[in-house]
C-alpha cells in the first residue's frame, strides 16, 4: 500500500528514531565484547593462539561430573584444528604455541580462567555488575602477561577456556525416568570462554562466551562448529 506524502512525512521522525535506536542497540552488544577504545587489529600485528585449557566430562546418573581423560586429549585436538581452518578470522600473522612452551606458562593460562570467569560473572552476565567497570570491558592480566610477550614477540594473545559435558547413558535413562514423573534433570553443557589481550598492556580488548546445551568437542565436524560460535565477533585485521 502507498502512502501519501504527507503519512510519510509524519512518520519520518518515527522511522528515523527506530533507526537510531537499531544502531545504538548494535552498537551496545558489540561495545559489550570490546574494550573501551579497541575496535580492530592493526594489519601488522601478530597473534599468538595460546593452547586451550579445556576439560570433558560424563554426567554420571546421580548428576556427578567425572573427568574423561581421552575426551579431553580428543577435545584439544579436534579444537586446534579447528582453529587451524581460521585464518580468514584469526589472520596470515599466526603463532602456534606448543603444549610444551606452555608448560613453562601454566600460570598465565590459569590466570586467564580466573579472568574470564570474572568478565563472565560481573560484564557479560550483568547480574552482579562492578560500579567501578561502568559496565565496560576492563579487565586486565597485568604484567603476568610479560613472559609470553618476551618467549613470542606477539602484539596479541588468543586465551580459550573451556568446560564441556555430556550425560552418560545412565544419566540419559534417569532423565526419562524422571521426565515421566514431572521432575526435569540436567544433562550436559558446553561452557567457553575466548579473549584477545593486548601483550603490550595485558589488556583484555575482546571477550566472548558460550554456555549452552549444545556442542560437541569429542568429534572434529562439531568441534569447528564450537570454534565458529566461540569467535564469533573476533576482531580482524582489515
Given amino acids: 500500500m502507498l502512502m501519501s506524502p504527507s503519512v ?97 606458562l601454566s600460570d598465565i593460562n590459569a590466570l586467564h580462567g580466573a579472568v574470564a570467569q570474572s568478565v563472565f560473572l560481573h560484564h557479560m552476565l550483568g547480574t552482579i555488575a562492578l560500579p567501578t567497570k561502568n559496565g565496560l570491558l576492563d579487565w586486565s592480566m597485568g604484567d603476568s602477561i610479560k613472559p609470553l610477550k618476551d618467549k613470542t614477540g606477539a602484539d596479541y594473545a588468543l586465551f580459550t577456556w573451556i568446560r564441556d559435558s555430556y550425560a552418560s547413558p545412565e544419566r540419559k535413562a534417569a532423565m526419562v525416568a524422571m521426565a515421566l514423573l514431572g521432575v526435569g534433570l540436567q544433562g550436559g553443557a558446553q561452557v567457553a570462554y575466548a579473549s584477545l589481550v593486548d601483550l603490550n598492556t595485558g589488556r583484555v580488548v575482546w571477550f566472548n562466551v558460550l554456555r549452552r546445551a549444545s556442542g560437541d568437542l569429542r568429534e572434529a565436524a562439531p568441534a569447528v562448529e564450537t570454534v565458529q560460535a566461540l569467535l564469533s565477533g573476533f576482531p580482524d585485521t582489515k
Fill in 8 to 104: 510519510s512525512r509524519a512518520l519520518l521522525p518515527l522511522i528515523c528514531l527506530l533507526a537510531v535506536l537499531c544502531g545504538a542497540q548494535a552498537q551496545a552488544q558489540s561495545s559489550k565484547n570490546l574494550a573501551p577504545g579497541f575496535t580492530k587489529r592493526s594489519p601488522n600485528s601478530k597473534l599468538v593462539i595460546v593452547p586451550v585449557d579445556v576439560e570433558l566430562f560424563s554426567i554420571s546418573a546421580g548428576g556427578v561430573p567425572e573427568p574423561k581423560a581421552d575426551w579431553t586429549e580428543a577435545a584439544s585436538k579436534n579444537f586446534r584444528a579447528a582453529l587451524g581452518n581460521q585464518k580468514d578470522m584469526l589472520g596470515v600473522n599466526l603463532q602456534d604455541l606448543a603444549e610444551k612452551d606452555l608448560d613453562e
